[in-house]
């Protein structure tokens, strides 16, 4: 299994509170992304990152910000949580951008906005 | 509008038959199509990749095709067993990202 690891699982958090997910690799891939899934909707996209400090947006991104300060990490901001965000968010990571790499995930981190 | 559907219904079969999921797409030319496994609880795992050029991909009890012309890509598990049940989304790349379908959920009874 690619070395892909989320923290935390599991988050309960009140609305209006700031929150950030860690997604860490051990794989020295180059692309990382964040996904959330909500049932109906599938996985979604929200941010990406094609380097260090390179990121960008993805199809879902208001209410969200992202950074990668070292290869191997990417956190996921939630600066005022709204109940909306109340999801399952999974990280991925691939070689390259192209849809002729799998991406790898981690086993994802449950939000509950209350 | 782009779409990707796949059968948000469950597909129960019984063991030792072959499963047969369905990816349509709509206003989408992908190069690539990807087919994903997802456990309760868990992240999808990568399963197979078709190319644009390419009509059938195997490997061990799974097939897949691609169809452009249809828009259409058909996962297939042979001598399906109990522990095959999971959810099965299809992914197909657009502009260097992965657009993901809802995912079909496969059950295998003994």
């Known amino acids: 299994d690619a070395g892909i690891t989320q923290s935390p699982r599991h988050k309960v958090t009140e609305t209006g509170t700031p929150v950030t997910l860690r997604c860490h690799q051990t794989?020295?891939?180059?692309?990382m992304y964040w996904y959330r899934q909500d049932p109906g909707h599938g996985l979604r996209l929200i941010h990406y990152s094609y380097g260090v400090k390179d990121t960008d947006k993805g199809e879902v991104s208001d209410g969200y910000s992202v950074s990668r300060s070292k290869t191997e990490d990417f956190l996921l901001t939630l600066e005022s949580a709204t109940s909306s965000q109340t999801s399952v968010y999974f990280c991925?990571?691939?070689?390259?951008?192209?849809?002729?790499?799998?991406?790898?995930f981690g086993d994802g981190t449950r939000l509950s906005i209350l | 509008s782009q779409k990707i559907e796949q059968n948000s219904e469950a597909l129960n079969i019984q063991e030792g038959k072959t499963a047969t999921l369905t990816c349509n797409y709509t206003n989408y030319s992908p190069a690539y199509l990807q087919w994903y496994r997802q456990d309760p609880g868990r992240g999808p795992v990568f399963l197979l990749l078709i190319r644009e050029n390419e009509k059938e991909k195997r490997k061990e009890r799974l097939k897949v095709t691609f169809d452009t012309t249809l828009k259409q890509s058909l996962f297939h598990i042979t001598a399906s067993q109990p522990a095959d049940s999971a959810t099965y989304l299809c992914a197909l790349d657009n502009t260097d990202k992965l657009i993901f379908g809802t995912g079909t959920r496969l059950q295998v009874f003994p």
């Open positions: 991925a990571i691939s070689e390259t951008s192209t849809g002729e790499q799998p991406q790898h």
């Open positions: 794989e020295n891939h180059r692309y």
